[in-house]
């Protein structure tokens, strides 16, 4: 039986209401309700093809729903944008645009020029970038621009960041610098939405873990409960390693 | 052979020599056709760029017409014009006939389908791949073009530069709307049309040398700019 929307406190600050996405007669995402909070680190787990992306991408507006809805802090936004504007969502593979690592930065910051450089010039030195401002953003490496990426989302002060999978090819240093930045993000407040494969990664940042399977969310729970003692079977046999059909 | 080496003897001669015709005829074909690859520019670009970044109904019938406007007659365009700006025309009061501005109308409408068209192409590649970052940051048409002109600059360029290569050896259109007026709205195709005409091939082959130099030392520029912009991963 599917345990959802139980990890989460009180009063949810992302509900996620009976959403289905349906493409050439396939349910993607298969009636899933979830209720997030406004403080945890939530982290989306599942085998390849679960809906785990594409549940980040109705979360964000950017894929409406055949049916179901999403409110955030109590609204409904069935268009997404007014959802957007208070979240940031890092894709898996960075997009950057053909210019500085600083130009890449102000193009997500609407303010005075003096205000733009303080504010651009502060994210690049929280991800560490602030020494390659001047860079051509598509010569930095993996690692880099996926930081780039992380900038440009904290460059927009959201309220909720969304990552899917920011780390799936990244080496493991790079891979930690990453995890250590959006902690700290999360620390000063900011709800974080991160989809993940890696156990480790997500037995390390993780508060809650919804996990996936076949369009559906299966489980929803504290995240030590679900690492313990996973109530559903792929579940279990996915922290073992093992395929479940 | 002897008409072709003393054509580039004569070519080499002009050039060398500033004669004064010859480089008023190549100023004023630079002046028309850079001046209507510009303007050709500012409208097809943001043209090109808003069909390439937004989803409409009726967008394939659009393209369809831009790819179809890339391949206009010259001499129709021509004639298109000479009849809005003859006398008897609507816009003959304007007094354009047979002056520059006229042989910059009708290659303006000539180059900006060909601009409006190949941007299309370039820009619809590249908002592909940067969709769904605009999409999450819900950004409005306009953001959406400047960003995508921004950034396909260099590739742009190579647009731009189609479109003065057809520009500057188009002879038709301007013939007909600028008359060919020696000091006036002679161009160095209509000259040359005239030359070989007149029978002087070795000035009309000297003359289509200069053009080709021209479309070298453009063409080379704006390879060196684009291989320089790709070395900085700009492109």
């Known amino acids: 039986m599917p345990e959802s929307g139980s990890a989460v406190a009180s009063s949810p600050f992302i509900s996620v209401t009976g959403v289905s996405v349906i493409r050439n007669d396939q349910r993607l995402l298969d009636n899933v309700s979830v209720d997030l909070g406004d403080s945890e680190f939530s982290v989306i787990m599942g085998s390849n093809g679960a809906g785990k992306s594409l549940l980040m991408r109705v979360i964000h507006g950017l894929v409406a729903p055949d049916s179901g809805r999403v409110e955030v802090a109590g609204s409904v936004n069935p268009s997404g944008v007014t959802t957007r504007l208070h979240q940031a969502m890092v894709f898996q593979k960075p997009v950057l645009l053909r210019r500085s690592v600083a130009a890449n930065v102000d193009h997500v910051i609407d303010s005075k020029l003096k205000d733009r450089r303080l504010q651009r010039d502060s994210v690049l030195d929280e991800v560490g970038l602030l020494s390659l401002a001047k860079r051509p953003a598509r010569l930095l490496s993996g690692g880099e621009q996926q930081r780039l990426a992380l900038a440009r989302a904290l460059a927009l002060k959201p309220s ?10 990244l080496d493991p240093a790079s891979s930690q610098l990453i995890e250590r930045i959006v902690q ?3 620390d000063a407040g900011c709800k974080v939405i991160f989809v993940t494969h890696d156990i480790g990664q997500a037995r390390r940042l993780a508060d809650d873990v919804i996990f996936m399977h076949k369009g559906q969310v299966v489980e929803h729970r504290p995240a030590g409960q679900f690492f313990d003692s996973p109530a559903s079977d792929p579940a279990a046999a996915y922290l073992r390693g093992e395929l479940y059909v | 052979m002897q008409e072709s080496e ?13 004669d004064a015709d010859l480089l008023e005829i190549v100023g004023l074909s630079l002046r028309v056709s850079v001046t209507a690859v510009l303007l050709s520019c500012a409208i097809g670009l943001p043209v090109g760029a808003l069909v390439a970044s937004q989803r ?11 790819n179809a406007l890339m391949g206009l007659p010259p001499v129709v365009i021509g004639l298109l014009v000479y ?6 025309g609507p816009f003959g ?3 354009w006939l047979y002056t520059p501005t006229a ?10 389908p060909i601009v409006a068209a190949l941007s299309r192409q370039v820009l619809e590649d590249l908002h592909d791949e940067y969709s769904e970052y605009f999409d999450s940051l819900c950004l409005s048409a306009w953001s959406r073009v400047s960003t995508l002109l ?8 190579t647009v731009s530069l189609a479109g003065f290569g057809r520009a500057i050896a188009e002879v038709g259109a301007v013939m007909i709307v600028g008359g060919n007026i020696n000091h006036y709205t002679r161009v160095m195709t209509t000259s040359i049309a005239l030359e070989t005409s007149k029978g002087d091939l070795p000035m009309a082959l000297g003359l289509g040398i200069v053009l080709l130099m021209i479309a070298l030392i453009v063409n080379a520029l704006v390879m060196t700019l684009r291989s320089s912009a790709e070395r900085f991963a700009y492109a």
């Open chain 1, 160 to 169: 909720v960041l969304l990552l899917d999978e920011p780390t799936a090819s």
């Open chain 2, 93 to 95: 009061w304007l007094q």
């Open chain 2, 6 to 18: 003393s054509a580039l003897f004569l070519a080499f001669q002009l050039v060398m020599a500033g």
């Open chain 2, 150 to 157: 921004v950034d396909a600059r260099y590739s742009l360029l």
């Open chain 2, 56 to 66: 409409f109904r009726g967008r394939s019938l659009v393209i369809l017409l831009m």
């Open chain 2, 103 to 112: 042989m910059i109308l009708a290659q303006t409408l000539l180059v900006a």
């Open chain 2, 83 to 88: 009849l809005q700006l003859s006398a008897s």
């Open chain 1, 184 to 186: 700290k993000v999360h």
